[in-house]
Nanobody, 123 residues
């Protein structure tokens, strides 16, 4: 049974930082592309960042580029999202996801999802 478990969300003031983690189990982690998405009520899930299975190729949404960093530790089967200079518009539920194939900017490409962790940025 595949499980992705996010942690690290919380409440932070604008300009602050948070670090999210996503621990994977039940899959061969080092052959999966991993992504972070976020969602606010009434809106579609939005791409944030992904990292390819090879580990060195990453991509970011324009809205977070330069502020967020995605990384992975294949030995720990964990993907991370470091978030700096947070803005109130970054407030959302953040989800990690695993994709074996496909274009990793699109939620439909992902095979497995975590349950999400809430990030709230106060102004």
């Amino acid at each position: 049974q595949v499980q992705l478990v996010e942690s690290g969300g919380g409440l932070v003031q604008a300009g602050g930082s948070l670090s999210l983690s996503c621990a994977a189990s039940g899959l061969t982690f080092n052959i999966y592309n991993m992504g972070w998405f976020r969602q606010t009520p009434g809106k579609e899930r939005e791409f944030v960042a992904y990292i390819l299975w090879v580990g060195s190729n990453t991509d970011y949404a324009d809205s977070v580029k330069g502020r967020f960093t995605i990384s992975r530790d294949n030995a720990k089967k964990t993907v991370y999202l470091q978030m700096h200079s947070l803005k109130p518009e970054d407030t959302a539920v953040y989800y990690c996801a695993a994709s074996r194939y496909g274009n990793s900017r699109y939620a439909s490409s992902y095979d497995y999802w975590g349950q999400g962790t809430q990030v709230t940025v106060s102004s």
